[in-house]
């Protein structure tokens, strides 16, 4: 008989996005087949950025068999195995794995309230349910997590915060108005002027940013002064197409080793909003780095540092720098700091977004999308934010529609008197 191998799993790690994705394809297969669609719990409800399963939990009874043979037909799907009573694991293709746990009805809500809290927080839920029946027990008498939270004199816990303990709640930032940063064929996106603030407005949004390359980033054909003055006409011409939505234009301009700028002040004033972002020269000496960013959230035409520390995730570590220099001096002069909700960013990250508001720093969350899709990854952002306890008035694209209007067209003119610009 041959030796029973076992090798030992390779942690896999999923993006936040790849995750959601997952949950979407199980949930289809699962509505497909007439049955309830499950809900997700754990690190993913949470918005943890890079999470290690996908996990799921199905208000039951449910048969697992019939459970398992729906799970079969999720698209992507990879294999699916029957786990005792109550459980299913799935693997997808090009994503990782899954678990979906079919409970009662009767533990539903202990298992949403479980399952979605990080161990710390569940365990200083329970000790406060000492003496007022216990965890469980207080789950088993609520129609939902909400319940449990004031039978426990507590606020709710929206589920990015339950990481520790969470006796008091700031207002969290919840929705942006509209949103920032979107590349179009004019560089490296596949989608027109026209199309992606039709994406903007059937996603919710009421503005849209438009911003190319510049042409330091010949890589995607970055545009120069006078191809910006071309696409200002088409931008102009898709205001009269599209309604519902205000085309801002803008662009997306290179950070110079040195901190200056790609495209000249004239240029940049003739836009709505600029967002600066290092594409080149990564490899540089801290100080350095935290010069060149010092610098570029310090030009009065600057709007937004665009994916401050330049990381890719589970890709590439990003640029070391001073986080708190910068967010220091873009508090100083009015500059945002993006937190890009692009799946394999998310740049900023929470960590770093404390920091940058500890400093007074506020931000941006912008999709970075270079096609009409890429426009719904702004969420993602948004998880981010909330994960770092920001409050709507520290998100620019937070504020009121009029209100972000008004203000970019205020700080174009205050920038352009600075400067002595026409
Ligand atoms: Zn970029
Ligand atoms: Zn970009």
């Given at each position: 008989m041959?030796?029973?191998v076992?090798?030992p799993?390779?942690?896999r790690?999923?993006?936040?996005a790849s995750a959601?994705?997952?949950a979407?394809?199980?949930n289809?297969?699962l509505s497909?087949?007439?049955?309830?669609?499950?809900?997700?719990?754990?690190?993913v409800?949470r918005g943890?950025?890079?999470v290690s399963?996908?996990s799921?939990v199905?208000?039951?009874?449910?048969?697992?068999?019939?459970?398992?043979?729906?799970l079969r037909?999720?698209?992507?799907c990879?294999?699916v195995?029957?786990e005792?009573?109550d459980?299913?694991?799935?693997?997808?293709?090009g994503?990782g794995p899954a678990?979906?746990?079919?409970?009662?009805?009767?533990?539903f809500?202990?298992a949403?309230?479980?399952?979605?809290?990080?161990p710390?927080?569940?365990r200083?839920?329970?000790r406060?349910a000492?003496?007022r029946g216990?965890?469980s027990?207080?789950?088993?008498?609520?129609?939902?997590?909400?319940?449990?939270?004031?039978?426990?004199?507590?606020?709710?816990?929206?589920p990015e915060?339950r990481e520790?303990?969470t006796?008091?709640?700031?207002?969290?930032v919840?929705?942006?108005?509209?949103v920032?940063?979107?590349?179009?064929?004019?560089s490296d996106?596949?989608?027109?002027?026209a199309e992606?603030?039709?994406?903007?407005g059937?996603?919710?949004?009421?503005?849209?940013g438009i911003?190319?390359h510049?042409?330091a980033a010949?890589?995607?054909?970055?545009?120069?002064?006078?191809?910006?003055a071309?696409q200002?006409?088409e931008v102009?011409?898709?205001?009269?197409?599209?309604?519902?939505?205000a085309?801002l234009?803008?662009?997306?301009?290179?950070v110079?080793p040195?901190g200056s700028?790609?495209?000249?002040d004239?240029?940049?004033a003739?836009?709505?909003?600029v967002i600066?972002?290092?594409h080149?020269?990564?490899e540089?000496?801290a100080?350095?780095?935290?010069?060149?960013l010092?610098?570029?959230?310090?030009h009065p035409l600057v709007?937004?540092?665009?994916?401050?520390?330049?990381?890719l995730?589970?890709g590439?570590?990003g640029y070391?720098f001073?986080v708190?220099?910068v967010?220091?001096?873009?508090?100083?002069?009015?500059?945002?700091l993006e937190?890009?909700?692009?799946?394999?960013?998310?740049d900023?990250?929470?960590?770093?977004?404390?920091?940058?508001?500890?400093?007074g720093?506020?931000?941006a969350?912008?999709?970075d999308?270079h096609?009409t899709?890429?426009?719904?990854?702004?969420p993602?952002?948004?998880s981010?934010?909330?994960?770092?306890g920001l409050?709507?008035?520290?998100?620019l694209?937070?504020?009121?529609t009029?209100e972000?209007?008004?203000?970019l067209?205020?700080?174009?003119?205050a920038?352009?008197r600075r400067?002595?610009?026409?």
């Amino acid at each position: 008989m041959g030796e029973d191998v076992t090798l030992p799993r390779l942690s896999r790690h999923l993006l936040l996005a790849s995750a959601l994705e997952m949950a979407r394809l199980a949930n289809d297969a699962l509505s497909r087949a007439g049955l309830d669609e499950a809900s997700i719990v754990g690190e993913v409800r949470r918005g943890v950025a890079v999470v290690s399963e996908l996990s799921l939990v199905l208000r039951g009874p449910a048969d697992v068999q019939r459970v398992a043979r729906a799970l079969r037909h999720a698209a992507a799907c990879e294999g699916v195995t029957v786990e005792g009573r109550d459980a299913v694991r799935m693997t997808f293709q090009g994503g990782g794995p899954a678990r979906v746990r079919i409970v009662h009805r009767s533990r539903f809500v202990e298992a949403l309230l479980r399952g979605t809290g990080s161990p710390r927080h569940v365990r200083w839920l329970e000790r406060l349910a000492q003496g007022r029946g216990g965890l469980s027990w207080l789950c088993a008498q609520a129609r939902s997590e909400r319940d449990v939270y004031s039978a426990l004199d507590l606020p709710f816990a929206p589920p990015e915060l339950r990481e520790g303990a969470t006796p008091r709640i700031p207002p969290l930032v919840d929705s942006v108005s509209g949103v920032f940063h979107v590349h179009t064929t004019w560089s490296d996106g596949s989608a027109s002027v026209a199309e992606m603030a039709l994406a903007a407005g059937k996603a919710g949004y009421a503005y849209l940013g438009i911003t190319e390359h510049s042409r330091a980033a010949s890589y995607a054909r970055g545009l120069d002064a006078e191809r910006l003055a071309a696409q200002a006409r088409e931008v102009k011409k898709a205001r009269r197409e599209v309604g519902g939505v205000a085309i801002l234009h803008g662009v997306e301009v290179d950070v110079m080793p040195d901190g200056s700028l790609d495209l000249d002040d004239e240029t940049l004033a003739s836009l709505d909003f600029v967002i600066a972002s290092v594409h080149v020269g990564l490899e540089m000496e801290a100080t350095a780095m935290t010069e060149r960013l010092v610098r570029a959230v310090s030009h009065p035409l600057v709007t937004i540092l665009g994916h401050p520390t330049g990381r890719l995730l589970l890709g590439r570590a990003g640029y070391a720098f001073d986080v708190e220099a910068v967010a220091t001096a873009a508090a100083r002069n009015d500059t945002f700091l993006e937190i890009n909700a692009n799946p394999q960013r998310l740049d900023l990250g929470e960590d770093d977004v404390r920091r940058a508001a500890a400093c007074g720093a506020r931000f941006a969350i912008d999709p970075d999308a270079h096609t009409t899709r890429g426009i719904r990854d702004t969420p993602l952002g948004l998880s981010v934010a909330r994960r770092a306890g920001l409050r709507r008035e520290q998100v620019l694209n937070a504020r009121a529609t009029d209100e972000v209007l008004a203000y970019l067209s205020a700080r174009r003119r205050a920038a352009k008197r600075r400067l002595a610009l026409a």
